[in-house]
C-alpha cells in the first residue's frame, strides 16, 4: 500500500513568492496534519484537518492556509514568502482527528531566497 | 506555551550498549506519550508509545519508562545498533488542540 505522499520533494522561492505543497494520505485515513521542520529542530504543528474541516491550528501567521479536498488529499499554502520559511514541510495522516499514531510523508523541502 | 525538553542533545553509544533519552514535559493535559524516529531524508516514524495508565512497555529492544509525577518518560534502546542511529523525538499528545509537541530532537549515533 501506498504511503503518504508529498509534492514537490524540493522547491526553490524568493521571498514575497506563494508557495503550495500537496499532500495525499494513506487510503482510508480521514484526518491530514501539516508540520513544519526547521534544520535541526523537531517538527511544528501548522495545521490538521479531518473530514474537510480545521480541526486545529498551530502558532503561524495568517499567510498559512490549507484546505481539504474530498477525497482526503490536503494543499498547504504560504503567501508572501520570507526568509524563515525555509524548511521541511511534513505532511501525516490518520485514521481518525484524534487517532494516537500519525503516519508521516517525507516532507517537501522550501527553499526561499 | 508549551515546553517540551529532551536530553541529552546527541548521543554516542557502541554497538551492543544501551541507548537512553530522557524527555520532560509540563502540561499535565498530555495523555498518549509517543517516540518518532527520524532517518535523514525521511520523515518521523513512530517508534513507541506509552498511555499514562501503566508505567513500563517494551516492544523487542526498545522501552518506554513513564513517570507521571515527574513528569518524564524515557527511551531505552538495549543492544544497540548501527542501524538505530537516528533522530529521535518524544512527541506528548492531547486530545484537546489535536496536535503532537514534538521535542527538539535527539541525534544518536552507533558505532560499529
Known amino acids: 500500500d501506498a504511503g503518504v505522499t508529498q509534492s514537490p520533494t524540493h522547491l526553490i522561492k524568493t521571498r514575497g513568492q506563494h508557495v503550495t505543497l500537496r499532500c495525499s494520505p494513506i487510503?482510508?485515513?480521514?484526518?491530514v496534519s501539516w508540520y513544519q521542520q526547521v534544520l535541526g529542530q523537531g517538527p511544528q504543528f501548522i495545521f490538521q484537518y479531518y473530514e474537510k474541516e480545521e480541526r486545529g491550528r498551530g502558532n503561524f501567521p495568517d499567510r498559512f492556509s490549507a484546505r481539504q479536498f474530498p477525497n482526503y488529499s490536503s494543499e498547504l499554502n504560504v503567501n508572501a514568502l520570507l526568509l524563515g520559511d525555509s524548511a521541511l514541510y511534513l505532511c501525516?495522516?490518520?485514521?481518525?482527528?484524534?487517532?494516537?499514531?500519525?503516519?508521516f510523508g517525507e516532507g517537501s523541502r522550501l527553499t526561499v531566497l | 506555551q508549551q515546553q517540551v525538553k529532551q536530553s541529552p542533545q546527541s548521543l554516542i553509544v557502541q554497538k551492543g550498549g544501551i541507548s537512553i533519552i530522557n524527555c520532560a514535559y509540563e502540561?499535565?493535559?498530555?495523555?498518549?506519550f509517543p517516540w518518532y524516529q527520524q532517518f535523514p531524508g525521511k520523515g518521523p516514524a513512530l517508534l513507541i508509545a506509552?498511555?499514562?495508565?501503566?508505567s513500563e512497555k517494551k516492544e523487542g529492544r526498545f522501552t518506554i519508562s513513564f513517570n507521571k509525577s515527574a513528569k518524564q518518560f524515557s527511551l531505552h534502546i538495549m543492544d544497540s545498533q548501527p542501524g538505530d542511529s537516528a533522530t529521535y523525538f518524544c512527541?506528548?499528545?492531547?486530545?484537546?488542540?489535536?496536535?503532537?509537541?514534538f521535542g527538539p530532537g535527539t541525534r544518536l549515533s552507533v558505532l560499529p
Open positions: 506509552i498511555r499514562p495508565d501503566v
Open positions: 487510503s482510508g485515513h480521514k484526518s
Open positions: 512527541a506528548p499528545y492531547y486530545n484537546y488542540g489535536q496536535n503532537f509537541v
Open positions: 501525516a495522516s490518520s485514521l481518525g482527528a484524534d487517532t494516537g499514531e500519525l503516519f
Open positions: 502540561n499535565t493535559a498530555f495523555d498518549y
